[in-house]
């Protein structure tokens, strides 16, 4: 599903006091770059101000959705009462990105809110690779869900070290299909993605441990599997764009 982000992450600000919604744009073939130039223009101008939405926009690098744009508003209630196809922020969309859009293609406009108490924000300065982590849970399995999300935020900021990027929860509220949530990572790097699982996860796990009994982590993680529907648990990468977000 991008830093969540002035990197995704202004987040903490924007995302914790607005409401969210996302949506998928297919970009014409070879026409990326001018989409994310344009693309940014139009944010820059239309979407830095107190008061207006903000934009976080992403590349999506892996399952069905690879290559295309996956781009985020923060907004509020009256901004999204207001919303006028025919505003001058429209208007320059659709004449200045539109044309580098495939057929028209922006589909999937889904509602979202912003978990604070089970997100973990620190230092996400050049942590433009995201991980994101897809959930579908049953009813029945939700305080067992969230109590591990709980836990992993309690256990990250109880590490002697932090980690680098930040951990954003974000629950869907209109579009998705039953209980859906995502947790997005923020790594520098595949790489740093890599070395935060060998050197710094075995040290959260650890933390967890000491902090909710010897393998707790191990134990709540299986009651997450059974909280789980079928097939409810999935894995995108993304890249986020500044050049074409909010500042």
């Known amino acids: 599903m991008k830093n969540i982000l002035i990197l995704i992450l202004t987040l903490t600000v924007s995302f914790a006091t607005s409401q969210i919604t996302t949506r998928t744009i297919e970009v014409k073939a070879g026409q990326m770059e001018k989409f994310i130039e344009m693309a940014g223009k139009k944010t820059k101008k239309f979407n830095n101000e107190e008061g207006a939405a903000r934009f976080w926009t992403y590349e999506i690098l892996t399952g069905s959705d690879a290559g295309k744009i996956w781009r985020m508003r923060g907004s ?12 001058e922020e429209s208007k320059y969309w659709q004449k200045n990105v539109g044309p580098y859009i495939a057929n028209g293609s922006v589909n999937g406009m889904y509602m979202w809110n912003y978990v604070g108490e089970m997100s973990h924000n620190v230092d996400s300065e ?3 690779h995201v991980m ?8 029945s399995g939700e305080q067992d869900f969230w109590r591990f999300r709980e836990r992993i935020v309690a256990a990250r900021k109880a590490m002697d070290t932090q980690p680098k990027g930040s951990m954003h929860s974000i629950i869907c509220t209109s579009g998705c299909n039953g209980n859906t949530a995502l947790i997005l990572f923020e790594y520098e790097s595949y790489s740093g993605q890599q070395n935060y ?6 040290k959260m796990i ?3 441990n000491e902090l909710y009994g010897n393998d707790a982590y191990e134990q709540d993680g299986s009651k997450v599997d059974k909280a789980l529907v079928d097939n409810g648990r999935g894995r ?3 890249r986020f764009i500044p050049e074409a977000s909010s500042n």
Do not use: I, R, T
């Open 197 to 202: 699982n060998q050197e710094m996860l075995p």
């Open 126 to 128: 050049g942590q433009n």
């Open 132 to 139: 994101a982590l897809v959930y579908k849970f049953k009813d």
């Open 206 to 208: 650890e933390k967890y």
């Open 236 to 238: 995108l990468h993304l």
């Open 76 to 87: 509020n209630a009256e901004y999204m009462d207001n919303w006028d196809s025919n505003s």
